[in-house]
């Protein structure tokens, strides 16, 4: 159970880190939702992987 809770927290923690990362870059370079959209897909996209290694490795 407690492999759960790290593959969830590792899958919000991305999506997280590309949302903030994406903001980030809309505020320096002055765009509105582009790095944003980029960045919560682009954090998708590594929290699945992140998720499917961590699901990989549990299952032997």
Do not use: Q
């Not at 590309?18 to 919560?40: C, E, H, K, N």
């Amino acid at each position: 159970m407690g492999e759960d809770f790290i593959a969830g927290g590792d899958f919000f923690g991305a999506i997280m880190a590309g949302f903030l990362l994406g903001l980030g870059g809309d505020y320096i370079f002055g765009t509105r939702p582009v790095f944003v959209v980029s960045g919560i897909i682009a954090g998708s996209i590594t929290g699945f992987y992140v998720m499917f290694r961590h699901l990989k490795d549990a299952s032997g």
